[in-house]
């Protein structure tokens, strides 16, 4: 009786430890986003006074008329999300497309040639920057958004997610049927898989365009101008400058997190499961 | 599908050069639907790369003029490896890897387990939480960091010193504001970033895990007596093992090639503190794009990449076996 009131006792302690845990964590991750958006709203002799501010300002929209002064700031906005988008766009076409090559055919290679494409992944990407920049110079696309969205089309992460969903998600015997109904091969791709696999389509776009939209090392590289220059590459040529405008750049920071923030609010759950789905079964 | 096969639509009747044409595609279909990635693999990929092999025989600035290199044989190779700022920025990323990589795995497997044990219903907002940070993109985050971190009234500093007045924890911490922009200093800064960002998707990682451990182990455990403690050490850290295979590999390859954090918080390599912070991938960034010296930078790319084979071969070696071994 004592042993069982002492299990439930530590088990309770362990509980409420747990959950104090939990909220001193979550805290701590949320803080600086907190402090993103209270610094937005106030001056720069504001941020670095004593203490510190903890609440909002009113200084938002004099930080927002620096940010129009200093930057191109809604060209670059519009930069970011026409890239980000481009990317979407092409690699939910194409990904899915080449995985459902690779889950509903049987070809010659087709397992050497998966293989390939699952290797592409172990490459380090920051390593190709230099190469991909002299690529870019060699056929003069410096300065061009299509330098950045059209060797994105069709990733190895997309192609991978994409084929285990198809695998597992559409009977052999419906393509089968689609094909002796008349369909062509593209028609029961477009037709009977597309609408299948929305699911996945959700999940692979918003994955797609959060990667694009937070897209720094090689659009830093490839855009030289401000007006093609995307959100986060302009927002760091501030910090060069002397008298760096701190609120200014918060209230920057806080509009390129937001939309994702809000995306994130609405789909995380879908978001999460498709990011580990990959590793998971694996 | 019964009245289909029974009646076939006139249109699939035979006319021999649309009989060609359906053999055709659906002969070629699967190469056709997987074609533009090795495509675009060939051009933005590979050929790129071996450029990159190429000119890192070559002594090559843009202003030049494309073609005009000279070759160099191995002696962008030679002042690689003989350059000390070269060999600072190597220790400064495997300084790096390591502290801002160890942490992120000693928190998130007993989070992950204490995520899982402890909550039911709050379990997605509470893993969201700690994963908005991964979703963020690193150079608002270092921007953010960056005035977190200031030396005067910086929230950073501020707690600190309000922690130093607290007992025993005080004695650890200095009873001065940290300049977290010096040489020095920078490192720290920077793991703390690396390890604030990145907690949340091992967490997220190793909650999957741990979600895929059939319950009635736990259940069978609990009827012999053992304590949550004794679960967690003897079913669900040997059962993690091949999740913490994957999940440090992943660490292993981003922790290498570290750029936007360090690039942003040393803005740019014009801060004095960019010595103590320079990582590889910024050293190769700065020395092509900054010092325009190309062979040289494609050399440090490939010197890097060797290196991190290396590492991921190792980490195969003593980890991969042992993850796999308990099937």
């Known amino acids: ?113 998966f293989g390939v494409v699952l290797a592409t992944l172990l490459i380090p990407a920051i390593l190709n920057l230099i190469p991909f920049y002299l690529l870019i110079y060699q056929i003069g696309w410096i300065n061009t958004p299509k330098a950045l969205w059209v060797p994105a089309m069709a990733g190895a992460v997309g192609i991978f997610m994409m084929r285990q969903y198809i695998v597992a998600a559409i009977p052999k015997e419906l393509v089968d049927a689609a094909r002796i109904d008349g369909c062509s091969e593209f028609q029961i791709y477009w037709r009977i898989v597309l609408p299948l696999i929305r699911p996945a389509l959700g999940t692979l776009g918003l994955i797609t365009f959060i990667g694009a939209w937070n897209k720094f090392a090689d659009v830093n590289v490839i855009m030289r101008t401000q007006e093609t220059k995307t959100l986060p590459v302009v927002l760091r040529t501030l910090q ?35 990011l580990t789905s990959g590793a998971v079964k694996n | 599908m019964q009245e289909s096969l029974s009646n076939p639509r006139p249109s699939s009747s035979p006319s021999g050069l649309a009989m060609r044409w359906s053999n055709f595609q659906r002969r070629y279909a699967p190469y056709i639907f997987i074609s533009p990635f090795f495509i675009l ?97 690193s150079v608002a985050i270092a921007l953010i960091f960056n005035t977190l971190f200031a030396t005067h009234n910086g929230v950073i500093n501020l707690i600190i010193a309000h922690l130093h007045t607290w007992p025993v924890l005080g004695w650890l911490l200095p009873d001065q504001n940290i300049n977290w922009f010096i040489s020095a200093n920078i490192k720290y800064a920077l793991a703390l970033v690396v390890v604030w960002q990145f907690t949340g998707w091992n967490t997220l990682l190793y909650l999957s895990a741990i979600q895929a451990i059939p319950k009635d182990l736990y259940e069978a455990a609990a009827v012999d007596g053992a304590s949550r403690i004794q679960q967690f050490r003897y079913i669900t850290l040997p059962l993690l093992r091949p ?21 942003v918080l040393l803005n740019g390599g ?58």
């Open chain 1, 1 to 113: 009786m004592r042993e069982q009131k002492r299990g439930a006792l530590s088990s309770l302690l362990l509980r409420l430890g747990g959950y104090i845990l939990l909220i001193l964590g979550g805290l701590l991750t949320v803080a600086p986003f907190y402090f993103m958006f209270v610094f937005a709203t106030q001056q720069r002799s504001e941020i670095f006074g004593f203490p510190p501010p903890l609440w909002f300002g009113e200084h938002f929209w004099s930080n927002y008329q620096i940010l129009l002064q200093k930057i191109p700031f809604w060209r670059a906005y519009w930069n970011t999300f026409y890239l980000a988008f481009m990317i979407t766009i092409t690699t939910l076409f194409f990904c899915s497309l080449a995985g459902f090559g690779f889950a509903m055919y049987n070809f010659r290679w087709r397992e050497q040639l």
């Open chain 1, 240 to 274: 060069g400058a002397t008298d760096v405008e701190w609120g200014a750049i918060m209230a920057g920071t806080a509009l390129l997190v937001a939309p994702l923030l809000l995306v994130f609010a609405l789909a995380a759950r879908q978001l999460m499961e498709g």
């Open chain 2, 41 to 137: 693999f060939l051009i933005f990929g590979l050929y790129p790369s071996l450029f990159s092999l190429y000119i890192s025989f070559q002594s090559w600035t843009p202003s030049d003029g494309w073609g005009h290199w000279k070759f160099v044989g191995l002696g962008n190779y030679a002042f690689t490896l003989t350059d000390p700022m070269f060999w600072r920025s190597m220790w400064n990323t495997v300084w790096l890897g390591v502290f801002s990589g160890i942490p992120q795995h000693l928190i998130a497997i007993p989070l992950a387990f204490v995520i899982h044990m402890v909550l039911s219903r709050f379990k997605t907002f509470v893993t969201a939480v700690y994963f908005l940070p991964y979703i963020t993109s």
């Open chain 2, 243 to 263: 999740m913490m295979f994957f999940a440090v590999s992943l660490t292993i390859i981003g922790n290498m090639q570290l750029f936007e954090q360090p690039f």
């Open chain 2, 270 to 327: 014009a801060s004095t503190a960019t010595p103590g912070g320079q990582t590889a991938a910024m050293y190769m960034y700065r020395t092509a794009f900054e010092w325009l010296d190309m062979g040289t930078a494609a050399s440090i790319a490939w010197i890097l990449f060797a290196f991190i084979g290396i590492l991921t071969y190792l980490n195969n070696l003593i980890f991969g076996r042992t993850a796999r071994g308990g099937d």
